[in-house]
């Protein structure tokens, strides 16, 4: 997400970097050019002024501060101003504290709503709640399904009712059902249109009158840009939404939406969606998300993503089984298993401080990648991935031709392994990490990142 942001505000702040001092006509300059990189990002105009000129009140004197990098304090400056842009500080679900709390999805046709409420379902689920889905969109062809569907795949009850089209009705009985089932949490998925009209706001006025739902969460697909904050508008002067959800922002989004939106409905965004799957929905941080776009990385995020897809224990077991014994192919096949976890390497990478785009085109990240060292590694008896070593040419063969690899890709994983284990076994006897060169490690491409 924002890549195309992110990459021409970064060359940008470069060309000012390389000044060595700035004049404030070199302040004003950069300015422009940042003007012009938000507006190709479908900000908001009036937004898009406002903050410039935040920024350059702010940036007043910055040239003559002594003992300052005056562009690093200029980014400094926009980095404050883009996390006000997006809504200052996070903002998560405000639930009642006699259950069940109900949650209200409502948006158009098309933007993910069901899906998304199947998303933060299985998110609450995780964090400990007892959560209940109720299908109360009757108008689009298997949405009830859908979200049946849904339900199964996360281990989560929904509550569905085919014999009527009263929406009220249905989200009344969800609610009780919820309640003698002792749910903590209940998510309604309402029905959307492909665009507002006065039936469809009539009924979901109506459904929050009947329900008094804790948050009324609006679902806005991040790639509609201007347009998905004009909607936005709509819904909340309608319902007087209390959150905001963006969906599709792993794909090619400008990032208009994502930088409007807080700005114009003065309503936070709480999620955003990161991709197709039912665990990819991520709490909305300000502050992290004009990190990122301005390439100073989100260590945080990833820092949470590891805590929430390891095993703690298996964790502790291979680190003391490797500190005592040294890693083998079977230690390194849990060890990977546990990244693939984290998402694909590409997205992790982004969360680095400093990574770009061009680098992460130039590091050829291609996704199957672990999956052909899982093969490989798989394709070996268990003796084999106890004892690399026994692995000669006529057992490289039959491992190649079991993974259905070529066999220069088993070669090369093994004498990666073998550097990473001489690697590791130093740093366990204190010995340093390699001389401060850094193995390859298996499965990952040459390139940046210091892996060569």
């Avoid at 990459?7 to 006509?25: H, P």
């Avoid at 009220?168 to 998510?187: C, H, N, P, Q, T």
């Avoid at 991520?282 to 990190?291: T, V």
């Amino acid at each position: 997400m924002f890549d195309e942001l992110t990459e021409k505000l970064e060359s940008t702040f470069a060309r000012l970097r390389g000044k060595g001092t700035l004049t404030e006509a070199d302040i004003k300059e950069g300015l422009r050019e940042v003007r012009r990189v938000l507006l190709e990002a479908d900000v908001n105009f009036q937004l898009t002024r406002e903050f410039l000129e935040r920024v350059e009140g702010a940036a007043v004197g910055v040239a003559q501060l002594r003992g300052v990098n005056p562009a690093q304090q200029l980014v400094k400056i926009v980095y404050d101003e883009l996390t006000k842009m997006l809504g200052e500080r996070r903002e998560g679900l405000k639930l009642s504290t006699i259950p069940p709390s109900v949650v209200m999805m409502v948006g158009l046709q098309g933007s993910g709503k069901t899906t998304t409420a199947g998303k933060l379902a299985r998110k609450l689920k995780a964090e400990g709640r007892q959560v209940r889905l109720v299908a109360a969109d009757v108008y689009r062809p298997a949405a009830i399904d859908q979200l049946e569907t849904v339900g199964q795949q996360i281990g989560v009850p929904v509550y569905a009712n085919r014999t009527t089209n009263d929406v009220v009705r249905i989200a009344r009985e969800g609610i009780e059902e919820a309640k003698r089932g002792r749910d903590r949490l209940v998510i309604v998925d309402t029905a959307g249109r492909l665009q507002i009209d006065a039936d469809m706001m009539a009924e979901l006025k109506r459904l929050k009158e009947a329900v008094r739902p804790d948050e009324i969460l609006f679902v806005a697909d991040g790639m509609t840009g201007q347009e998905a904050v004009r909607i936005a508008q709509g819904f909340d002067e309608a319902l007087g939404v209390t959150g905001v959800v963006l969906t599709k922002m792993d794909g090619d989004a400008r990032g208009g939406a994502a930088l409007s939106i807080y700005g114009v409905t003065k309503k936070p965004i709480k999620f955003i969606g990161v991709g197709e799957k039912l665990d990819a929905l991520e709490d909305f941080h300000p502050d992290r998300m004009a990190g990122r776009i301005l390439q100073q990385g989100d260590v945080l995020t990833l820092v949470e993503k590891a805590q929430s897809a390891f095993d703690e224990e298996e964790a502790k077991r291979l680190e003391k089984k490797v500190r005592k014994d040294g890693m083998d192919l079977n230690d390194f096949l849990v060890a990977m298993k546990q990244m693939q976890k984290l998402g694909p390497m590409k997205d992790l990478l982004k969360l680095l401080p400093g990574v770009n785009a061009s680098m992460l085109k130039q590091a050829n990240l291609d996704p199957k990648r672990m999956k052909h060292v899982e093969a490989i590694v798989l394709s070996m008896t268990n003796a084999e991935r106890t004892r690399p070593e026994l692995m000669n040419g006529s057992r490289r063969l039959r491992v190649a031709k079991g993974s259905g690899r070529p066999v220069q890709e088993v070669n090369r994983l093994l004498e990666q392994f073998r550097e990473m284990q001489k690697m590791m076994k130093k740093m366990t006897q204190g010995g340093g990490g390699g001389g401060g060169r850094m193995p390859q490690l298996p499965g990952m491409p040459r390139g940046p990142f210091g892996f060569r």
